[in-house]
């Protein structure tokens, strides 16, 4: 296996959920695009910090991984008549991906093609009883190419827009993917032709679209969930503060005494539905306080809020 997801993050073997997620959060803050953008390094390496934390925050991934299973692409790591190819993915195809993102990786071909051409000929191979060489039986049409599976995985601000992904094929053709409205994780897409050729024409390419985990933009069905920190006296006096969305940076109003936990909804900021239109971005404010701040204390010293903020838990 080319990659080692534990070495990529920092962490051994052994590390705990906790351990990860800290060190990928860690990295993510350094590495993230939005800061790097005059550092194409940075974000491939946020791409591949990334494709390591998806695969060890997943308990069965991670489990297969660990016994040898799986790469850390998630492709196998042996197949019907196959051993890792150049680049290590599966049967010798090797995918590209274009923006610094994950490309393609393919994880072999169609079981039942290659049966077929083994017992039905491809190309003029005989059946059972027909021996070798024999001719196709006649009215049978010359089967397809096989089917060729690829992996693909987008960034999450790059599926709630659709943002075409440039990507290389086996074939080593280069193309622009455009992703389907409508986008989920583990959405299937079928290039016609596209995958290995044959007597009756070629296979067709099976796209299994992914989308990465991200350090702070969480997918809840059609909207994006973003817990925004703000200061107390942004809170309190109200403020414009820029807050981080899919689509770029804006411009969020934050109302005069807003509490923690209190959420601001940004139209249309979130995932492309199946009729075009778009989810919203809901924010979440949290207020941070400063760990040891001597004047704010000396401010608030002898003032108590006689507000009972616990009523309605019964306590």
Request: hydrophobic share 30%; aromatic share 6%.
């Amino acid at each position: 296996m080319a990659a080692d997801p534990y070495s990529i993050l920092g962490v051994s073997k052994g590390a705990s959920e906790k351990d990860i997620k800290s060190a990928y959060r860690k990295l993510a803050k350094e590495l993230h695009p939005d800061t790097n953008k005059d550092n194409p390094k940075a974000t491939e390496r946020f791409s591949e910090v990334t494709r390591a934390y998806d695969l060890l925050s997943d308990k069965d991934k991670r489990a297969r991984f660990d016994r040898g299973e799986i790469d850390i692409d998630g492709n196998p790591t042996m197949g019907f008549g196959y051993g890792p190819g150049p680049g290590g993915t599966a049967g010798g195809h090797q995918g590209f991906g274009g923006g610094g993102f994950e490309g393609f990786s393919a994880e072999g071909v169609d079981l039942g093609d290659i049966f077929g051409d083994l017992f039905g000929g491809r190309g003029g191979g005989g059946g059972f009883g027909g021996g070798f060489g024999g001719a196709r039986p006649r009215g049978r049409a010359a089967p397809k190419g096989a089917n060729v599976q690829y992996r693909l995985s987008v960034t999450l601000p790059d599926a709630a827009r659709l943002a075409p992904q440039r990507i290389t094929l086996s074939d080593g053709k280069t193309i622009d993917l455009k992703l389907p409205a409508g986008l989920e994780d583990g959405t299937q897409m079928r290039l016609a032709g596209r995958g290995e050729p044959g007597g009756g024409g070629n296979g067709d390419a099976i796209v299994t679209i992914h989308v990465q985990s991200h350090p702070f933009f969480r997918r809840e069905g059609d909207d994006v969930r973003l817990d925004l920190p703000v200061t107390l006296d942004e809170a309190l006096g109200g403020a414009k503060v820029r807050a981080p969305t899919v689509d770029g940076a804006v411009m969020l109003s934050v109302p005069p005494g807003t509490s923690s936990g209190k959420v601001l909804r940004l139209k249309g900021k979130g995932f492309t539905r199946k009729d075009g239109s778009r989810g919203d971005q809901l924010v979440t404010i949290e207020i941070t306080l400063p760990e040891s701040d001597g004047e704010l204390a000396r401010r608030l010293e002898g003032w108590r809020d006689s507000r009972d903020v616990r009523a309605r838990l019964g306590v």
